[in-house]
């Protein structure tokens, strides 16, 4: 058990660890308070060692560990990495590359949707992790060894799991699968918090473009103001009373306090001024500056086409040993289910041959669902008339 906590010791044992292949990553963090997550501790391994880092540690400086992060020469692997790389990317700027996240890749290998790396640790290093520290406070110091080991056992483990996963998606010629998922999570576009799309992550019922459009400056507004004050934005606004007072587009103070969901006083701040501002934008907007795809009416037969669409997704998925939310998600299907060239990763590359063309051979009615020994089937027709069924079973 090792706990790096001086710039020295970190700069010598990332030295040592650049002189491996890759290296297994983790971080604890907290963001219960903040906007931004608040790094507290950093995990590390090679073949050799692994370690923790104090990320709280006085006067540590953590340029050394991003030396490691930016260096082509190693991987850098992580279980679910993108929280993890979202605090790298701002702390540094930086995103680690190359990359390889063994959730993806167990996506790909057919354990599921985002499969966890307790799951993973059971099934393939047959062992059963401790989770006694999982929600103990990373901010308070000193660190217990409880702590210590539970953390390094998130690196240790993942070792093997990397060599696993890497040697089935080589041996299954799936590699390339998992470095066009990659290619997603090392884009800084993924890690950019942009205050105008931040109404994009609600799920609201703000249907008419005037309701959509208040709506729009409302979550900037208030992503900007969590941004600026670092706390989280429930802690500004909570999503049920943004979305209420976006369909009711209170015009003054009186209207915007009646709201029942609105906290009681606020409407007499700043930031009710400031909501009431938003507003005002919003209702000034041109409708057709809005995104298309929210003044897309949807087919008549546009939910029966998604609902068989879901059908054949499961087949394939279960077919090829994939997790289906890895080939395609709801919003792919109502996509394709209204629009044969819709711009989707389902549409694309292997997910295309994979799904995505017979997705569009069902819609065009060339290709039909049926059962057969219990399992789903595919009918698909043919030309010829001596062959004009032929079926793949599930």
Same mark, same amino acid.
């Given at each position: ?23 297994? @990553? ?5 963001? #219960? ?17 692994? @370690? ?5 540690? #006085? ?6 560990f991003f030396d490691l ?16 790389i979202e605090i790298i =990317? ?5 995103? /680690? ?40 406070? =990373? ?37 390339? =699968? ?16 942009? /205050? ?199």
């Open positions: 058990m090792s706990l790096i906590t001086s710039t020295d010791e970190l700069a010598s044992v990332c030295r040592r660890l650049a002189a491996h292949p890759f290296v297994t @990553v983790d971080t604890e963090f907290l963001r #219960e308070t903040t906007f931004w997550p608040k790094v507290c501790v950093i995990q590390l391994a090679s073949d050799d060692e692994s @370690v923790a880092v104090d990320a709280l540690a #006085e006067d540590l400086d953590l340029t050394p992060m930016a260096d082509p020469a190693v991987t850098k692997v992580f279980h679910a990495a993108r929280q993890d =990317w701002h702390l540094a700027k930086l995103i /680690p590359a190359p990359l390889f996240d063994t959730q993806v890749a167990a996506m790909v290998c057919g354990f599921g949707d985002q499969v966890s790396y307790s799951e993973l640790v059971q099934s393939v290093c047959k062992v059963t992790l401790d989770k006694s520290s999982r929600f103990t406070d =990373w901010a308070r110091r000193p660190l217990s060894d409880a702590q210590i080991v539970y953390a390094i056992a998130d690196v240790t483990y993942l070792r093997d799991i990397y060599r696993y996963l890497h040697t089935r998606l080589e041996r299954s010629g799936r590699l390339h =699968w998992l470095m066009d998922e990659m290619s997603t999570l090392t884009s800084p576009s993924t890690y950019e918090q942009h /205050p105008e799309n931040a109404w994009e992550r609600l799920k609201h019922r703000a249907r008419k473009p005037r309701d959509l459009a208040a709506l729009m400056e409302l979550a900037a507004w208030r992503e900007h103001e969590a941004q600026t004050r670092d706390v989280p934005r429930s802690r500004v606004l909570k999503d049920d009373a943004l979305i209420d007072i976006a369909i009711a587009a209170p015009r003054d103070a009186e209207a915007l306090g009646n709201l029942r969901s609105f906290p009681r006083g606020m409407e007499r701040s700043r930031a009710g001024v400031e909501i009431l501002a938003a507003i005002e934008r919003g209702l000034a907007r041109d409708p057709k500056s809005l995104p298309r795809h929210t003044r897309e009416q949807r087919s008549a037969g546009g939910g029966a086409t998604v609902e068989l669409l879901k059908v054949l997704l499961r087949q394939v998925a279960e077919r090829h040993g994939v997790a289906a939310k890895m080939i395609a998600t709801v919003d792919d299907l109502e996509a394709i289910a209204v629009n044969d060239k819709a711009d989707v990763a389902a549409l694309t590359g292997w997910r295309r041959e994979l799904f995505g063309q017979k997705a569009l051979e069902l819609k065009r009615g060339r290709l039909a669902l049926t059962v057969e020994n219990g399992k789903v089937a595919t009918l698909e027709w043919r030309e010829a008339p001596s062959e004009a069924l032929s079926q793949e079973v599930a």
